[in-house]
């Protein structure tokens, strides 16, 4: 029963109050990165040393780009569970691409093809949700087990190394020195969905398609083809964590990825990306991956096993969760 | 009389919001008492109170038949005789009405077992002792709206409420489904109980209440004996003003030019051969009764449904509208009935939704305007009065008012020709009605088509140039507003079958 009235008396709307009630989350989650790197500082030997920071943006890298796409799908309230084995299956098929043992095609064409497959697998996402009209939970797990099958199948369950060393120095090389490309791709690409998000058709109607899909197919809005565009765009944001992933160490295992699905999400939801759609935050999704990752590594400096790194994983994405709706209960409370 | 509840100096305060300021209301045993307001008067959040969803601010008196109460939570307040109809209906609609209505019922169900049999027993007993004729095996989603409301309503009298609280009920239903309604308030009020009615509709507050208790902004106006004064006084008390209630058009069409054209309307389950036109600047008003198949005409004509067979003309073109996409590209804008689910973006802000349909002259190759969008934002919220500290504030935070200014200003952006407005001032103040019809008197006389479709008969006398009567899913009759009054409305709308099946609305 909120109304003008009381929304009136409510809103003083000075710019800055303004920007910190629209950034809170952003401001919460980023307080929170610092507070656990706080902690592992003191609680980790050399955990403080800057080589640390860097390294965790470096390995945040795949799984933080990943869910930079997914944080579009998440904000016309969809989901993607294919983003793990669908980067394993685009890694397999780099692997088809550049090593010397398949097609050995030149660097640029390879990339360009492994862009498409992204691409290509988003499309068919797009289109099972947006043209069959699938939900997107199911047509995502369907294209998982797909991918997953496929990258088996294409690879002969055999480790595929891809020895070809200009892909290698896309994760590994340093175009800043001291900064790890992958680390910087990350930065970039962050930009660019920022951009992409809050400055683009894309965005704007991803996240009107989230907030209310019938009004916005009402207000004359194509649904149908920017949904689908909202998966292309996330296949080739996979098809990027897949390269940052298989380049890292220049082989694919194709049994890997299982579960990389729910690790981007995590990095989503922590960043206060809302699964009901309609509320999308790219700072938030970087701080969300970085978080992750601070975990992981401070976890593992400590010499806790790596099994308890995903209890506490699981029980950050509660606290995270939680937060946001106990703020956003009160910010709506009339 | 004794006095079966009295409320006094009741006050609530949500963070930075004053909804409800030393309130008072008594309820009379036996009586039917009418609560007023415009939206936003704290009726609901007075109701709340009394029903334990909300807690008011301390120095509250809640005295039941001379006895201090403290309502703690809503159970609490069903023991003590307390129970409220809501506006939105509270049922699950894959269960069955038995399920539904001893649902979280302490006795329902032995050591974690329920017993389908026992509560369909239960509840058929329930119905017969209430003369209602409802099955307690349907499932609740097969049922229309007014018949979930029976059961919401037979649910209250199952817990042997004294005291039944009916928020807006009869906001769905159809006339004579409201006049059932009506019998069954009047079968539940004894010496020993009392009703509270909510309603906007002023003819219901007159036919069914006894007094009527008006609360303004929070505060309370007054409390009169219905027989008493004419509706027109307690509107005034609503608003602060007088309101006339028998307005005209003060616009006529000038122009003979067709805009729109719709011939050979028919969808696969209720339209059939609708065919009418719209000239620049007239205003066509859709009368009928629910499920006539009104929303349905629109929803068609915008391609928001799917139509069997029929065609289009705008300007004297034939134009192929297949998806609402293809409408807006020819310039026809819808304004739903229902402006949350159809027509707004709420967790965004005034300035995006106005431009949601125009989102094509806002960017350029994929990037977004916004300081353009943040301009025109600005020119229309100016334009159409919308009351808003600025256009940052989320539509969610805007009255029902307001929200609609904003949709009229998304068409407007778009330029649209033809504007088809259904319910424009559903939810909507008494007071900020005015201003939405001079708004569609606005719009016409800058020479658009305009088709409102309205179940208030004095809002389709008010706004329409001419009048198009629906029955059924077919056009019973068109009507100059000249020679247009309710009851020959009323007569077109009830030609041929005098019922609306159940169910009929798609």
């Not at chain 1, 704007?204 to 809005?221: D, F, P, Q």
């Not at chain 1, 390269?243 to 922590?270: H, K, M, T």
């Amino acid at each position: 029963m909120s109304t003008s009235a009381e929304g009136t008396r409510a809103e003083s709307s000075s710019g800055l109050s303004r920007f910190l009630k629209s950034s809170i989350q952003q401001v919460f989650v980023f307080a929170a990165l610092i507070l656990i790197y706080i902690f592992f500082m003191f609680a980790a030997p050399n955990f403080a040393e800057p080589k640390i920071a860097l390294d965790i943006v470096q390995q945040a890298a795949y799984i933080g780009v990943m869910a930079l796409g997914a944080t579009f799908i998440i904000a016309t309230g969809g989901i993607d569970l294919s983003v793990g084995t669908g980067m394993t299956l685009v890694a397999v098929m780099a692997g088809v691409f550049l090593s010397g043992d398949w097609m050995n095609l030149p660097l640029g064409a390879g990339l360009v093809l492994i862009l498409l497959v992204g691409a290509v697998m988003g499309l068919l996402n797009g289109l099972n949700i947006s043209v069959l009209g699938l939900p997107p939970f199911i047509a995502t797990l369907a294209m998982m087990m797909v991918a997953r099958g496929l990258a088996l199948v294409i690879s002969g369950k055999a480790t595929i190394s891809i020895a070809n060393q200009g892909y290698v120095w896309l994760a590994n090389g340093e175009i800043i020195p001291g900064l790890k490309n992958a680390s910087l791709i990350f930065i970039l690409m962050a930009i660019v969905a920022g951009v992409l998000l809050n400055k683009t058709l894309l965005g704007r109607y991803a996240i009107a398609i989230g907030s209310n899909e019938e009004a916005t197919r009402l207000s004359g809005v194509n649904v149908k083809f920017w949904k689908t565009m909202v998966y292309v765009t996330a296949g080739v944001f996979m098809a990027l964590g897949a390269i940052l992933y298989s380049a890292r160490f220049g082989f694919v295992q194709p049994a890997e990825g299982v579960g990389f699905e729910l690790n981007v999400i995590a990095a989503v939801v922590i960043g206060g990306t809302s699964l009901s759609g309609g509320r999308a935050n790219i700072i938030g999704t970087v701080v969300g991956a970085l978080i992750m990752e601070t975990l992981k590594k401070g976890l593992q400096m400590m010499g806790i096993a790596q099994e308890w790194q995903l209890v506490v994983t699981g029980i950050v994405v509660l606290i995270a969760v939680f937060v946001d709706i106990v703020r956003r209960k009160r910010a709506s409370a009339v | 009389m004794t006095k079966l509840l009295e409320l006094k100096n009741v006050s609530k305060t949500f963070p930075g919001v004053k909804a409800l300021q030393n309130v008072q209301l008594d309820l009379h045993a036996g009586e039917v008492l009418g609560l007023c307001g415009e939206n936003g008067a704290g009726k609901s959040t007075l109701m709340k109170i009394l029903t334990g969803i909300y807690t008011p601010d301390p120095g509250a008196e809640i005295w039941l038949q001379g006895t201090k109460v403290d309502v703690r939570d809503v159970n609490h307040a069903r023991e003590l005789g307390l129970s409220i109809i809501h506006q939105e209906l509270n049922m699950v609609p894959d269960l069955t009405v038995a399920q539904n209505l001893y649902l979280g019922r302490p006795g329902s169900s032995k050591g974690g077992f329920v017993n389908d049999k026992d509560l369909n027993k239960m509840a058929g007993d329930l119905f017969d002792r209430l003369g209602m004729d409802i099955n307690p095996k349907s499932y609740i989603r097969d049922l229309s709206v007014a018949r979930q409301q029976m059961v919401e309503i037979a649910r209250a009298l199952d817990f042997d409420s004294k005291i039944l609280v009916m928020d807006e009920p009869t906001a769905a239903l159809t006339l004579q489904e409201t006049d059932a309604l009506f019998g069954m308030i009047r079968d539940f009020v004894t010496p020993e109980t009392g009703l509270i009615y909510i309603s906007h509709r002023m003819p219901e507050i007159e036919e069914i209440t006894d007094r009527v208790t008006v609360l303004r902004d929070g505060e309370y106006v007054g409390t009169v004996v219905t027989d008493d004064v004419e509706m027109r006084e307690i509107i005034s008390m609503m608003v602060g003003r007088e309101v006339s209630g028998e307005a005209r058009p003060r616009t006529t069409v000038e122009s003979d030019e067709v805009l729109l054209k719709v011939e050979g309307l028919n969808t696969k389950h209720l339209l059939r051969d609708i065919s009418f036109e719209v000239r620049k600047g007239e205003v066509l008003g859709f009368a009928g009764l629910m499920g006539a198949g009104r929303t349905e005409v629109a929803r068609a004509v915008f391609g928001a449904d799917p139509k069997q067979s029929g065609d289009t003309y705008l300007h004297g073109q034939k134009v192929n509208i297949r998806t609402a996409a293809d409408a807006v590209r020819n310039g026809i804008g819808y304004l739903s009935e229902d402006r949350k689910t159809f027509g707004l973006l709420l967790e965004q802000d005034i300035k995006q939704n106005a431009v949601m349909a125009a989102m094509k002259d806002f960017n350029i190759g994929g990037f977004i305007l916004d300081g353009k969008i943040k301009t025109v934002g600005q020119e229309m919220s100016d334009r159409l009065r919308v009351k808003t500290p600025s256009v940052n504030q989320l539509l969610g935070k805007l009255s029902g008012g307001n929200q609609q200014k904003v949709v009229i200003a998304k068409w407007l952006v778009r330029n649209c020709d033809v504007l088809i407005f259904d319910e424009p001032t559903r939810g909507i103040d008494v007071g900020a009605k005015e201003e939405i019809y001079e708004l569609i008197e606005q719009l016409s006389g800058q020479g658009k088509a305009i088709i409102v479709i309205s179940s208030e008969l004095p809002e389709v006398l008010r706004v329409s140039h001419r009048i198009a009567v629906m029955a059924n899913g077919r056009i019973t009759g068109f009507l100059d507003n000249a020679d247009a009054d309710q009851e020959n409305i009323m007569e077109l709308a009830t030609v041929g079958k005098t019922q609306v099946v159940d169910g009929a609305v798609a």
